[in-house]
């Protein structure tokens, strides 16, 4: 530690980190090496000074294709939140397979009869439907038939993402409530008529139905803001899902901006009927990399855990989880 940020990254990390806690979720909790090293990999970028020093991508060779997004770029484009988004045909996205994988599967097989078309960035459209974030490697991920809660849908990328791998017998549930995201999410949704398998919900996902909220912030890192006078009501997905008689829920992905831990105690029996596989974003609070991993274990002893990482930056840290077979 001294030599890669000496007294000043030491503190850090004891300051922000349970130690004891770290130990026993890299010991007892993930489950493979890879987890392990980038899980501490990804903590001791935050309290370093040297950022993106500690961190050895698992994707490194698939980072050589992100410029290669512009082929499926047009010149139309719209301004969202001061930020332009261009029109993407995610059809002509290149075609790239996982080379290390024991059943090598194509990353970006999208339909060219029926393409997914999206207002969004070239680092979205890499991150989402290349590097593919909320899959791990080829063990946890949706599946055809699958049905996906997608916490933080923002413009509805990932929905779109869901909705192609889970085909017309699934269903993705898109959680989003900032007015500004919801605009460009509708426009996402009018440029694909073809997918049916889609469901919004306008309410912020938290550990109950009754907190009235707001929000501050725009576009993805929108944040809920409790204690509220006037806003919008929460709602939990263990009320969703029991008002709406839900049948089966088979994956849940969480980036909600530092709620993730009020939404997963909120969805308690969900998964403790359902057994969902998870995808949940860490990054937002230092807590969330200790607290939500030990809360998930206790909920459910038979996940298995595993961790990932998909920039050298400090965003995009994702715990995953899946039922032991």
């Known amino acids: 530690m001294a030599q890669w940020g000496g007294v000043i990254a030491k503190n850090k990390l004891v300051a922000n980190f349970n130690l004891q806690k770290l130990q026993f979720i890299v010991e007892n909790i993930l489950n493979d090496e890879y987890s392990k090293n980038l899980y501490l990999s990804a903590i001791l970028n935050w309290v370093s000074p040297n950022k993106g020093l500690f961190i050895t991508l698992y994707y490194d060779h698939i980072w050589k294709y992100y410029k290669s997004v512009n082929i499926a770029k047009s010149s139309e484009k719209i301004i969202a939140n001061n930020y332009e988004l261009y029109l993407y045909d995610l059809s002509k996205l290149p075609i790239i397979y996982m080379l290390d994988s024991k059943n090598p599967h194509n990353i970006t097989n999208l339909d060219s009869k029926n393409p997914l078309k999206i207002y969004y960035s070239q680092y979205g459209i890499f991150i989402n439907f290349i590097l593919e974030q909320y899959a791990y490697r080829d063990l946890i991920r949706a599946e055809s038939g699958d049905y996906v809660i997608d916490g933080g849908a923002c413009y509805g990328d990932t929905a779109l993402y869901f909705s192609h791998l889970v085909g017309e017998k699934g269903r993705v549930f898109a959680f989003e409530f900032v007015d500004e995201n919801l605009e ?25 139905s009754k907190t009235i909220v707001s929000y501050s912030g725009v576009g993805g890192g929108a944040r809920m803001n409790k204690d509220a006078k006037q806003g919008i009501k929460t709602i939990s997905i263990d009320d969703f899902v029991r008002d709406y008689e839900v049948e089966k829920i088979d994956f849940i992905k969480f980036d909600i901006e530092g709620s993730e831990l009020s939404a997963l105690k909120g969805a308690k029996n969900t998964i403790q009927k359902f057994k969902p596989k998870l995808a949940i974003c860490l990054y937002h609070s230092f807590s969330d990399y200790v607290e939500i991993p030990l809360f998930l274990k206790d909920l459910l002893p038979e996940y298995e855990f595993y961790f990932d990482h998909f920039t050298i930056g400090l965003l995009e840290s994702v715990l995953f989880a899946k039922v032991k077979q």
Do not use: G, Q
Request: net charge positive.
């Open 184 to 208: 460009i999410f509708n426009k996402n949704m009018a440029l694909n008529p073809h997918i049916k398998n889609i469901e919004l919900v306008k309410r912020p996902l938290y550990v109950d």
